[in-house]
């Protein structure tokens, strides 16, 4: 099982201090975050990480080099200066010659309270060419995006205002596609989000849910990384309030 960790952004909302340190190895409870979530990932069974690189990406390389501190194998794909988003991440990938079949997507600044193991095997079993898990979120952490309903995401649409009621769901920021999929839909020439691809596929019935039953964490924010290192610190069980952590699930 592989997973591509999309790191390559500027993380600009935790400047100064992610102006030289990447998000991704910002500290959190006293570890580098990368080190919490490759942690995580080889515990889970999952034996293949790609990071995809952009801004500090050497001193990403430099932190988790081949990945056998972990026991996994770790490559990269490096963006330069030229940020292409988080399809056109996928898509250079693609283009190197890096991706499985199928493959796991996570966002560099995303902690998860699933079986990243459990998701790819769902993903396989739905037999479409991609899969987003999923948490009813009630509107807690940041707006909700997805209609699900039957094992599918039949709704998939960020930033509305009002969000409709029917949409009781977001993505929670672990999601599986094909290379099929990604060599298909994304011109290498261009930037691209996977947003708009997630949102056509739920229009079309090929976008796969997984239900997630425990919320999700960040530190693309200063008030997420606060909350994040005293939950996995042990101090406290973080409830919502007012706005609560953002989810930053992007690639910037």
């Known amino acids: 099982m592989q997973c591509v960790i999309l790191a390559g952004g500027l993380g600009t909302r935790m400047w100064p201090i992610a ?3 990447p998000k991704t190895l910002l500290p ?3 570890r580098p975050f990368a080190d919490w979530q490759l942690q995580w990932l080889a515990d889970a069974g999952i034996e293949s990480v790609v990071y995809c690189i952009g801004y500090l990406g050497d001193e990403v390389r ?3 080099g081949d990945g056998r501190a972990w026991g996994l194998t770790v490559g990269y794909v490096d963006e330069g200066t030229r940020l292409r988003g988080t399809a056109g991440a996928l898509r250079l990938a693609a ?3 890096v991706l499985d079949e199928r493959f796991l997507v996570l966002y560099g600044d ?6 990243p193991s459990d998701v790819f095997r769902a993903s396989e079993l739905s037999g479409l060419p991609a899969l987003m898990t999923v948490f009813e979120n009630l509107g807690r952490w940041d707006g909700s995006n997805v209609v699900y309903r039957d ?3 039949v709704r998939y649409e960020k930033g509305l205002d009002p969000v409709p009621p029917e949409m009781r769901w977001i993505d929670y920021g672990l999601s599986v596609y094909t290379r099929d999929l990604i060599e298909a839909r994304i011109d290498l020439r261009d930037a691209a989000d996977l947003a708009p691809i997630c949102s056509a596929l739920a229009a079309e019935g090929r976008l796969a849910g997984y239900p997630v039953a425990e919320r999700f964490y960040e530190i693309g924010s200063p008030d997420g990384l606060a909350e994040l290192s005293s939950v996995l610190r042990g101090n406290e069980r973080v409830q919502p309030s007012g706005d609560g952590g953002k989810h930053d699930a992007s690639h910037g």
Do not use: I, K, P, Y
């Open 28 to 30: 959190v409870a006293g």
């Open 62 to 64: 430099r932190f988790v």
């Open 151 to 153: 094992g599918l995401v």
């Open 19 to 21: 102006e030289t340190v």
């Open 110 to 115: 995303s902690w998860l309270q699933a079986d």
């Open 95 to 97: 283009e190197e010659g």
